[in-house]
């Protein structure tokens, strides 16, 4: 049985100590220089040992200073995203390598580059430049310091909104489902062995189709030609999965998810599952996966437990469950290359689009608010913050 310790969800315990996460606010890369005025920002800091959405709170902190491999970026949006909510309970705790403010992308302008950072890497990105990046920690906040090779640029097709809406999805969706390795990394239409083979006769099932992971990952699906199963929550939810190109949606309410895709692929299953459930769906998602099918979870969105990501002795199916959030600097700079070469011009084309939902993104001393929306379940797409 091969192991691979990528998730940790359920692993971290509460520290139960507050001087503990007020040691981490000041932690080395948020400190300020010691000399010259100190820099400051307002960033959301999570309150306490942490809890529900009321322990969010606006503080003024250290600005971060980038490394050499790292610029500044001045936040205008960030993406609100699941491991979010549990790294603010406590179970996701931050670790030395990353900013322990909440927040895992962003868009924004480059304001500033690390010290003594490589001519090559100067010459990729001006100062003022507009990017999105996904990012270790940090985007709740006016300053995120981001390295070098985690940022994309703004497609032309789009805005520095709609483009915080795509890092996380773009990065967790291609490399889970397009990238035939870890980290060989090709796409489908290159790489006949990947997970998903480009075509009509491959199949995917997305578990929350209309999430902001969901959203993205049936447009890119169906891009690449997949014939795309979705479930999710509510007939409204379903409706906009099917805008957005999916060929069958399942109501998990009033429809056993399994019973329909075995029924609609005449007993065969699909191809992958795209699952954030985890051991909840573990079972069924495995009876309605095709011989040789991988079951992919991408971070459970209840408080699960599932293990590590491994692969069943038989060859029937293999089973992932994996975090990009987890992965290293060098992991994350390599996916984002490869967005950029495959996903981007998906987006530059109109192919790939944010999903418009009409919800204003939310002002930072809101983001409570903007937490209890994710956990109530009251949206579609993503859901944004704005300083
Ligand atoms: N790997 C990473 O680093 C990474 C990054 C971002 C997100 N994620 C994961 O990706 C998933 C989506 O995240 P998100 O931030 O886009 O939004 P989210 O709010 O976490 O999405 C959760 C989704 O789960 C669905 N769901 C809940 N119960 C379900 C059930 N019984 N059956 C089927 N679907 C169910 C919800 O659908 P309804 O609303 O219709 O109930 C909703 O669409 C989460 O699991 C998250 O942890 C992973």
Not at 30 to 38: A, R
Not at 57 to 86: C, F, M, S, W
Not at 241 to 262: P, Q, R, S, T
Request: aromatic share 6%; with cysteine.
């Amino acid at each position: 049985m091969k192991m691979h310790k990528n998730l940790q969800l359920g692993g971290g315990s509460k520290r139960g100590k507050e001087s503990k996460r007020n040691e981490r606010v000041h932690s080395k890369t948020e400190s300020p220089t010691s000399s010259g005025p100190k820099k400051v920002m307002q960033a959301v800091v999570v309150r306490g040992e942490g809890g529900g959405p009321e322990t969010l709170q606006v503080q003024t902190v250290p600005r971060p200073i980038p490394k050499q491999d790292e610029v500044l970026v001045k936040v205008d949006y960030a993406g609100v995203n699941r491991p979010d909510i549990h790294q603010r309970e406590d179970m996701l705790p931050p670790d030395d390598r990353r900013s322990h403010y909440l927040g895992l992308e962003c868009s924004g302008s480059i304001t500033e580059f690390g010290v003594g950072m490589s001519n090559e890497d100067k010459k990729a990105w001006k100062l003022g430049d507009k990017v999105c990046a996904i990012t270790n920690g940090g985007s709740y906040a006016e300053y995120v310091a981001v390295p070098v090779g985690h940022l994309l640029p703004i497609p032309s097709s789009t805005n520095l909104q709609d483009a915080a809406t795509f890092p996380q999805a773009a990065c967790t969706v291609s490399s889970e489902l397009f990238m035939k390795e870890r980290l060989s990394l090709r796409m489908v239409s290159e790489e006949p062995g990947s997970r998903l083979s480009s075509g009509e006769n491959q199949t995917l099932l997305i578990h929350g189709g209309s999430s902001g992971i969901g959203t993205f990952a049936i447009q890119m699906a169906k891009h690449q030609g997949v014939t795309v199963y979705v479930t999710a929550g509510s007939d409204e939810k379903l409706k906009v999965c099917e805008k957005l190109g999916a060929d069958f949606c399942i109501n998990y309410h009033k429809e056993e998810f399994e019973k329909e895709v075995l029924k609609k692929t005449a007993g065969k299953g699909v191809n992958v599952i795209l699952d954030c459930l985890g051991d909840k769906y573990f079972l069924r998602n495995i009876s309605c996966l095709s011989s040789g099918g991988w079951l992919v979870t991408i971070g459970p969105t209840c408080n699960t437990s599932v293990q590590d990501s491994y692969t069943f002795p038989s060859e029937r199916h293999q089973v992932e469950a994996c975090s990009l959030r987890n992965r290293t600097s060098e992991d994350k700079a390599e996916i984002v290359e490869e967005v950029k070469k495959h996903v981007w011009p998906a987006i530059e084309a109109g192919k790939v689009k944010a999903y418009e939902n009409n919800i204003k993104p939310y002002p930072f001393k809101h983001a409570a608010d903007a937490h209890k929306r994710m956990e109530n379940g009251n949206f579609i797409g993503k859901i944004l913050l704005s300083p």
